[in-house]
């Protein structure tokens, strides 16, 4: 079936170092993506978004890059800082017109900033 | 803040019983959708109501029921629960009408005894 993501991975940094999340989506007919961020005893929290007509966006301090020829969608945090210490979701959205926000969730990864 | 509310925050209840999840969508939006988020199957789809209609369901079980209001507030209704319906129940809200971010509420923590 339709899948994105992989199983939970952790990636640890130390603070101001730069944070690379990566993400494998399997639906070719994906047309948006979207990074969000959850705390512990949180909601998800929207951080960036893409298109499938661009291939990178960015915002403060996040950048999303996409690839649609391998299906890799990737977030990068510049100068990480310990506030950024969250679980990170990749969703996609392959329901186009029918359902904006039908998203299927990566498992997500778990990001550990050390100061 | 989300403005996303969802209430309540915690709800403890025993295996067979009915509760009702409550949502109140961010101010102008007029989709709610419901997740469900466990241990083991991530966040999953739960339904989407737009403006009053359902728009999509995902893989929502028949003992769970929804309805989204005149005034826009969402409930989802769960019945005849079993200890695997613990989990946690987000709602999200959106304009619905394009790809636009869903925003989170802080989500219902369910416990099935």
């Known amino acids: 079936g339709e899948s994105v993501g992989l199983h939970l991975p952790t990636l640890s940094v130390q603070e101001g170092d730069n944070s690379i999340i990566n993400c494998a989506y399997s639906?070719?007919?994906?047309?948006?993506f979207i990074w969000y961020k959850q705390e512990s005893g949180k909601g998800p929290q929207f951080i960036i978004d893409?298109?499938?007509?661009?291939d990178k966006r960015q915002g403060q301090r996040v950048t999303v890059l996409l690839n649609k020829t391998v299906k890799h969608l990737s977030l990068q945090i510049a100068a990480t800082q310990p506030g950024d210490s969250a679980v990170y979701f990749c969703?996609?959205?392959?329901?186009?017109?029918?359902?904006?926000?039908?998203?299927?969730f990566g498992q997500g990864t778990i990001l550990t900033v050390h100061p | 803040d989300s403005g996303v509310t969802q209430t309540p925050k915690h709800l403890i209840t025993a295996t067979g019983q009915r509760v009702t999840l409550r949502c109140s969508p961010r101010?102008?939006?007029?989709?709610v959708y419901w997740y469900q988020q466990s241990l083991d199957q991530g966040l999953q789809f739960l339904i989407q109501?737009?403006?009053?209609?359902?728009?999509a369901k995902g893989n929502i079980l028949e003992r769970f029921s929804a309805q989204q209001f005149p005034d826009l507030h969402s409930e989802l209704n769960l019945s005849s629960l079993e200890l695997g319906d613990s989990a946690l129940y987000f709602c999200?809200?959106?304009?619905?009408?394009?790809?636009?971010?869903?925003?989170f509420g802080n989500g219902t923590r369910l416990t099935v005894t």
């Open positions: 999200a809200s959106s304009p619905g009408n394009l790809n636009s971010p869903l925003h």
């Open positions: 109501y737009y403006n009053g209609e359902e728009r």
């Open positions: 969703a996609e959205n392959s329901a186009g017109g029918t359902s904006y926000g039908k998203l299927t």
């Open positions: 639906n070719s007919a994906s047309d948006y």
């Open positions: 893409i298109r499938s007509n661009m």
């Open positions: 101010s102008g939006d007029l989709s």
